[in-house]
């Protein structure tokens, strides 16, 4: 997330497109010449794979920076961007964030913060692929997540790499404990900690 206070910088740097549920953002393979600034909405990142499966990275919410890493490395987009439901954002160009990155400080360690908790995420996400049973990934993914999210059981299980039917028994099982409630297509987070517990195998 951008700090509150740092979004009415961003917002000058260029007009505010709408883009109505369903409608692409970019393509996985376009050349990053802009960063994108959701002010209101909810994105979709995802990677295409040539047979046309899609695997979810992440969802943005309001508020949030995407593109930014081929964006500042130059190099072609690693994933695709879609509109979940009618979003608004800022579309900067390279040149103009670089101006006004060398003009703002506080911009550019908001920048410098919101890539080191992608890296963080990124990282995460690779060790409970890796090591963690469903439930406790989705587990770790929640408390990540809190206070709520806003997800179906589909979209979860494409970001924790379990099917539908093993994402409904793991929520099943974590409501069971207290620590979540599921919602029509979200879920409410009331107790992390446990569930942070839980993901690192210190309770059962």
Known sequence: MVEPNLWRVLEPLAPTLVY???S???WQGDMADRLYYLKRGKIRIFLASVDGAEHTLRIQQTGSVFGEAAF???G???SSARALEKSEIIAIPRDVLLDSLQREPGLAMAMMRALSARVRMLSSQVDSMAFLQADRRLARFLAESAPVIQCSHEELGERIGASRITITRAVQKLQQRGWIQPQYRAIRIFDPVALLDYANGETK
């Open 20 to 22: 109505q549920r369903g």
């Open 76 to 78: 072609p987009r690693m």
């Open 72 to 74: 500042f490395d130059g």
């Open 24 to 26: 692409m953002i970019y």
